[in-house]
Protein backbone atom coordinates (compact mmCIF):
# COMPACT_ATOMS: atom_id res chain seq x y z
CA UNK A 1 0.00 0.00 0.00
CA UNK A 2 1.45 3.52 -1.47
CA UNK A 3 0.91 5.65 1.92
CA UNK A 4 1.10 9.75 1.61
CA UNK A 5 1.25 11.63 4.82
CA UNK A 6 0.88 15.43 5.30
CA UNK A 7 1.99 16.54 8.78
CA UNK A 8 0.03 19.94 8.97
CA UNK A 9 1.28 23.61 8.51
CA UNK A 10 4.49 24.31 7.66
CA UNK A 11 7.26 24.33 9.98
CA UNK A 12 8.69 27.98 8.44
CA UNK A 13 6.02 29.99 7.05
CA UNK A 14 2.72 28.71 9.26
CA UNK A 15 2.61 27.00 12.49
CA UNK A 16 -0.88 26.47 12.81
CA UNK A 17 -2.51 26.59 16.11
CA UNK A 18 0.03 27.15 19.23
CA UNK A 19 -0.68 26.37 22.54
CA UNK A 20 -0.60 30.12 24.55
CA UNK A 21 0.93 28.61 27.60
CA UNK A 22 3.53 26.55 26.42
CA UNK A 23 4.50 27.53 23.37
CA UNK A 24 3.91 24.17 21.60
CA UNK A 25 3.33 24.40 17.68
CA UNK A 26 0.87 22.31 15.67
CA UNK A 27 3.64 21.82 12.84
CA UNK A 28 6.25 20.79 14.96
CA UNK A 29 3.86 18.39 17.08
CA UNK A 30 2.54 17.16 13.41
CA UNK A 31 6.34 16.77 12.06
CA UNK A 32 7.11 14.52 14.40
CA UNK A 33 4.36 12.13 14.80
CA UNK A 34 4.35 12.10 11.02
CA UNK A 35 7.56 10.79 10.81
CA UNK A 36 6.70 8.36 13.47
CA UNK A 37 3.96 6.75 11.83
CA UNK A 38 6.18 6.46 8.30
CA UNK A 39 8.50 4.48 10.27
CA UNK A 40 5.37 2.39 11.91
CA UNK A 41 4.24 1.89 7.95
CA UNK A 42 7.26 1.38 6.32
CA UNK A 43 8.30 -1.32 9.18
CA UNK A 44 4.77 -2.88 7.97
CA UNK A 45 5.90 -3.05 4.01
CA UNK A 46 4.22 -0.13 3.24
CA UNK A 47 5.25 2.77 0.62
CA UNK A 48 5.63 6.23 2.29
CA UNK A 49 5.66 9.47 0.77
CA UNK A 50 6.11 12.19 3.31
CA UNK A 51 5.43 16.51 2.74
CA UNK A 52 4.82 18.96 5.04
CA UNK A 53 4.22 22.09 3.35
CA UNK A 54 1.68 25.16 3.16
CA UNK A 55 1.48 24.79 -0.68
CA UNK A 56 -1.71 22.62 -0.57
CA UNK A 57 -3.18 22.85 -3.68
CA UNK A 58 -0.66 25.47 -5.45
CA UNK A 59 -1.97 28.28 -2.95
CA UNK A 60 1.11 29.09 -1.32
CA UNK A 61 2.08 32.61 -1.86
CA UNK A 62 6.05 31.65 -1.37
CA UNK A 63 8.07 30.99 -5.01
CA UNK A 64 10.32 28.75 -3.10
CA UNK A 65 7.34 26.05 -2.49
CA UNK A 66 6.97 24.70 -6.09
CA UNK A 67 5.32 21.54 -5.06
CA UNK A 68 2.08 21.26 -3.96
CA UNK A 69 0.60 18.59 -1.89
CA UNK A 70 -2.21 17.41 -3.56
CA UNK A 71 -0.52 17.48 -6.86
CA UNK A 72 2.01 15.39 -5.87
CA UNK A 73 -0.20 12.78 -3.64
CA UNK A 74 -2.31 12.24 -6.80
CA UNK A 75 0.93 12.14 -9.02
CA UNK A 76 2.48 9.73 -7.10
CA UNK A 77 -0.60 7.30 -7.30
CA UNK A 78 -0.86 7.21 -3.67
CA UNK A 79 -3.45 4.60 -2.09
CA UNK A 80 -4.38 6.83 0.99
CA UNK A 81 -3.99 10.28 2.14
CA UNK A 82 -3.62 11.19 5.78
CA UNK A 83 -2.99 14.64 6.84
CA UNK A 84 -1.86 15.00 10.66
CA UNK A 85 -2.88 17.98 12.89
CA UNK A 86 -3.73 19.22 16.26
CA UNK A 87 -7.32 20.74 16.57
CA UNK A 88 -7.69 24.41 18.36
CA UNK A 89 -10.74 26.40 19.60
CA UNK A 90 -11.61 27.66 22.39
CA UNK A 91 -9.20 26.64 24.96
CA UNK A 92 -11.72 24.51 26.41
CA UNK A 93 -12.69 21.91 23.96
CA UNK A 94 -10.93 18.31 24.38
CA UNK A 95 -10.67 15.49 22.34
CA UNK A 96 -9.78 13.73 18.96
CA UNK A 97 -12.05 13.90 15.45
CA UNK A 98 -10.85 12.58 12.19
CA UNK A 99 -12.66 14.66 9.21
CA UNK A 100 -13.43 12.94 5.74
CA UNK A 101 -15.00 13.84 2.21
CA UNK A 102 -18.32 11.46 3.24
CA UNK A 103 -18.69 9.06 6.15
CA UNK A 104 -19.91 6.09 4.10
CA UNK A 105 -16.94 6.35 1.22
CA UNK A 106 -13.45 4.32 1.53
CA UNK A 107 -12.18 7.69 3.02
CA UNK A 108 -14.43 7.71 5.59
CA UNK A 109 -13.66 3.87 6.88
CA UNK A 110 -10.44 5.10 6.63
CA UNK A 111 -11.42 8.02 8.94
CA UNK A 112 -13.51 5.55 11.33
CA UNK A 113 -10.42 2.93 11.72
CA UNK A 114 -7.69 5.56 12.82
CA UNK A 115 -10.59 7.26 15.35
CA UNK A 116 -11.04 3.87 17.02
CA UNK A 117 -7.39 3.13 17.33
CA UNK A 118 -6.59 6.72 18.75
CA UNK A 119 -9.42 6.59 21.16
CA UNK A 120 -8.95 2.88 22.71
CA UNK A 121 -5.14 3.33 22.73
CA UNK A 122 -4.73 6.76 24.19
CA UNK A 123 -8.42 7.25 25.36
CA UNK A 124 -9.09 11.10 24.36
CA UNK A 125 -12.15 12.39 24.41
CA UNK A 126 -14.06 10.49 21.54
CA UNK A 127 -15.44 13.61 19.27
CA UNK A 128 -16.29 11.55 16.12
CA UNK A 129 -15.24 10.92 12.75
CA UNK A 130 -16.73 14.34 11.05
CA UNK A 131 -17.55 15.38 7.44
CA UNK A 132 -15.77 18.24 6.12
CA UNK A 133 -15.90 17.61 2.45
CA UNK A 134 -14.43 21.72 1.97
CA UNK A 135 -11.36 20.92 2.92
CA UNK A 136 -8.50 21.34 0.33
CA UNK A 137 -6.37 18.10 1.01
CA UNK A 138 -9.55 16.04 1.25
CA UNK A 139 -11.35 17.59 -1.83
CA UNK A 140 -8.03 17.83 -3.83
CA UNK A 141 -6.71 14.35 -3.29
CA UNK A 142 -7.89 10.92 -5.68
CA UNK A 143 -7.70 8.68 -3.38
CA UNK A 144 -9.59 7.61 -0.13
CA UNK A 145 -8.34 10.57 2.33
CA UNK A 146 -8.53 11.72 5.98
CA UNK A 147 -7.25 14.60 8.05
CA UNK A 148 -6.42 13.44 11.79
CA UNK A 149 -7.02 16.22 14.51
CA UNK A 150 -5.42 14.35 16.97
CA UNK A 151 -5.88 16.79 20.40
CA UNK A 152 -7.06 20.18 20.98
CA UNK A 153 -3.13 21.85 21.15
CA UNK A 154 -4.65 25.12 22.93
CA UNK A 155 -5.92 23.00 25.67
CA UNK A 156 -3.12 22.52 28.37
CA UNK A 157 -4.86 18.69 29.20
CA UNK A 158 -4.72 17.74 25.54
CA UNK A 159 -1.53 19.57 24.98
CA UNK A 160 0.17 17.57 27.40
CA UNK A 161 -1.02 13.93 26.00
CA UNK A 162 0.13 15.64 22.98
CA UNK A 163 3.18 15.58 24.35
CA UNK A 164 3.52 12.41 26.39
CA UNK A 165 1.63 10.32 23.98
CA UNK A 166 3.44 11.19 20.64
CA UNK A 167 4.46 7.96 19.29
CA UNK A 168 1.28 6.49 20.78
CA UNK A 169 -0.28 8.87 18.62
CA UNK A 170 1.99 7.62 15.73
CA UNK A 171 1.26 3.75 16.60
CA UNK A 172 -2.57 4.51 16.55
CA UNK A 173 -2.50 6.20 13.10
CA UNK A 174 -0.64 3.76 11.34
CA UNK A 175 -2.28 1.16 13.49
CA UNK A 176 -5.41 2.67 12.00
CA UNK A 177 -4.08 2.80 8.46
CA UNK A 178 -3.23 -1.22 8.13
CA UNK A 179 -6.59 -1.86 9.89
CA UNK A 180 -8.19 -0.15 6.92
CA UNK A 181 -6.21 -1.75 4.37
CA UNK A 182 -7.32 -5.45 5.88
CA UNK A 183 -10.70 -4.39 4.83
CA UNK A 184 -10.24 -3.91 1.17
Not at 134 to 139: A, E, R, S
Request: glycine share 8%; aromatic share 8%; charged share 25%.
Amino acid sequence: MKVFINPGHDIDYDSGAVNPNSGLRECDVAARVGDRVKGYLEAAGCEVQLLQSDNLYYDSQYADRPVAVCAEANDWSADVFISIHCNAANTQARGTEVECYDRNDAGGQLAQCIQSQIINSIGTVDRGVKEMPGLIVIKHTDMPACLVEMAFIDNDADAQLLVDYEDDFARAIARGITDYECTL
